[in-house]
């Protein structure tokens, strides 16, 4: 099937066919990254949950394989989750040359499959019984992760008791679980990620829900603590499911300790598929005056695609309307010295109709906080995709679902500016298409 519809992503996974919703168990196995995922194959709308799944040598060339997880097959609701690779095999479940792939999924408890051929098929374990039951009355969307210090497994599951939050586990073997304790909070809905990340030299645990809200804290393998009584954000744009930003999740056992997301963005459809994932960034933890924050840009395999470059040698850009080039599918860097510029306003209008608008003295950009940098400099980086839009600035991180080829305006990328704009350095990126074609 030719991946060239019109608003189909080039450099955004979405399935062949089908409804996707959230990732699922996404992890790293021998070279290949795994990404599974929510589908309905046969339904452009949510429906009967499988799990789908994509494996990748590089994170950006995606192939979609037969479906892991299919009802009937495997018991219970196969709604999200997550999944490690068993290295040491502390399950016992290793038979031949592979390390078990175990996935974790359910509502109302959860369920536990294992995969002995490298993540393609999964078979129930002990015919699919319930091996960790949450409190509450709804529970959902268990994630595991290794805690090195203590050599177990912790997993962290959704859940509406006393309240929004999420239950805590440990496990020797993946397959025998105790509930240590709980994490209350309002604000807490749905898909936890749980992640340890490093900041000055030292571990320290990210807990996030699926708009992308986290804390930062400590985890001694049993219970979390933080001293926030507030949440941060993922995005500038945390919204609901079925939104531009969802039930984000982290890869697990990458080789070279990243921290990589991906999200569902559910805004984007065509004659034969819902869904797509957002480009997959790479998350660390950076020092601010206000505390740890999260940072998030592309991976750097992103340069892979990249075609063909063209700068930008003018320093000042006048008042007006200046083209800067064209693309469908393309990446902008941008440095502006805005403490040398007199323009109150600036937009960068893509693909000939979006516009995006800086303005100076409130330092947002489409509404949203991106400010300039101590010495009065803006960086931008800009991923634009036949239907979605990344913007990274600093700190800041939106992603978007933006429909640019439902108007055909052309491919041209102009800035238009109510006065002199100071261009430090300005890099056009032309990016090829990632799928990988049957």
């Not at 359910?106 to 536990?112: A, D, E, F, N, P």
């Not at 070279?256 to 805004?267: E, F, I």
Request: with cysteine; net charge negative; glycine share 10%.
């Amino acid at each position: 099937m030719p991946y060239d519809e019109p608003n189909r992503g080039q450099v955004h996974f979405s399935p062949r066919a089908g409804w996707m919703n959230d990732p699922n168990g996404l992890l790293h196995y021998r070279g290949m990254y795994h990404f599974y995922f929510q589908h309905a194959p046969d339904s452009l709308v949510w429906d009967t949950m499988h799990w789908g799944h994509a494996t990748s040598p590089d994170l950006v060339h995606w192939t979609q394989q037969p479906n892991a997880l299919v009802p009937g097959t495997h018991p219970g609701d196969l709604w999200s989750g997550g999944g490690v690779v068993d290295l040491g095999n502390t399950s016992g479940l290793k038979d031949g040359p592979e390390d078990p792939i175990v996935v974790f999924s359910g509502t109302q408890g959860v369920r536990m499959f294992y995969s002995l051929d490298g993540g393609s098929t999964f078979t129930p374990y002990d015919d699919g019984r319930i091996i960790a039951q949450p409190n509450g009355r709804e529970s959902r969307d268990p994630k595991v992760v290794r805690h090195a210090p203590t050599s177990q497994w912790a997993m962290v599951v959704w859940s509406d008791a006393d309240g929004n939050g999420v239950d805590f586990f440990v496990s020797p073997d993946l397959k025998t679980w105790e509930r240590t304790s709980r994490y209350v909070a309002d604000w807490f809905f749905e898909c936890p990620d749980f992640t340890p990340m490093e900041l000055d030299g030292e571990t320290v645990w990210g807990l996030r829900d699926a708009r992308g809200a986290y804390v930062v804290g400590d985890f001694d393998g049993r219970t979390f603590r933080t001293s926030w009584t507030e949440p941060q954000t993922i995005t500038r744009n945390p919204g609901a499911a079925g939104g531009d930003y969802y039930a984000a999740q982290s890869f697990e056992n990458l080789p070279d300790g990243r921290v990589v997301t991906m999200a569902w963005q559910g805004r984007n459809k065509g004659s034969v598929w819902t869904g797509n994932a957002s480009f997959p960034v790479q998350q660390r933890l950076v020092g601010t005056p206000d505390g740890p924050r999260i940072l998030s840009e592309p991976v750097d395999e992103l340069r892979s695609l990249r075609t063909s470059t063209s700068t930008w040698e003018t320093p000042t850009v006048a008042q007006g309307t200046t083209s800067i080039g064209s693309g469908r599918t393309f990446e902008l860097e941008a440095t502006l010295d805005l403490s040398a510029s007199a323009a109150e306003t600036f937009t960068l209008r893509l693909r000939g109709h979006h516009d995006l608008t800086y303005d100076v003295r409130a330092q947002q950009l489409d509404g949203y906080d991106v400010p300039v940098a101590p010495d009065g400099t803006l960086t931008l980086r800009l991923l634009v995709d036949r239907g979605q839009l990344a913007i990274f600035s600093g700190l800041a991180y939106v992603c978007r679902n933006v429909d640019f080829d439902s108007e055909a305006a052309g491919d041209e990328l102009e800035l238009v500016t109510d006065g002199p704009l100071r261009v430090r350095s300005l890099a056009l990126h032309q990016l090829a298409s990632s799928w990988v074609r049957p």
